[in-house]
């Protein structure tokens, strides 16, 4: 079955860095689009950013020029970079890809950004 984890979340102050990682199974990760959307408390879901299976990516615009996504496929894995976080940032974040048309997601790991 697919499966999807999340982990690097956490506090942290504003202006800091953090990495999130996604281990993925279950999937052909490199013919996979994998994303990382967010969900803040009272807010909808939205995307944070996209790297499809050529290594093309998009971005959210609050978030472009500061996170970075990225994937290894040796490993399954996807990362997103988050530098010069603010506490706008602060969110569950979820990992996410589609397989056979159906949509998979992680459980979220928590980010925190102070003031």
């Known amino acids: 079955q697919v499966q999807l984890v999340e982990s690097g979340g956490g506090l942290v102050q504003a202006g800091g860095s953090l990495r999130l990682s996604c281990a993925a199974s279950?999937?052909?990760?490199?013919?996979?689009?994998m994303g990382w959307y967010r969900q803040a408390p009272g807010k909808q879901r939205e995307l944070v950013a996209r790297?499809?299976?050529?290594?093309?990516?998009n971005y959210a615009d609050s978030v472009k020029g500061r996170f970075t996504i990225s994937r290894d496929n040796g490993k399954n894995t996807v990362y997103l970079q988050m530098n010069s976080l603010k506490p706008e940032d602060t969110a569950v974040y979820y990992c996410?890809?589609?397989?056979?048309?159906?949509?998979?997601w992680g459980k979220g790991t928590l980010v925190t950004v102070s003031s």
């Open positions: 996410n890809t589609n397989n056979y048309l159906k949509d998979y």
């Open positions: 279950g999937i052909r990760f490199s013919i996979n689009s």
């Open positions: 790297i499809s299976s050529d290594g093309s990516t």
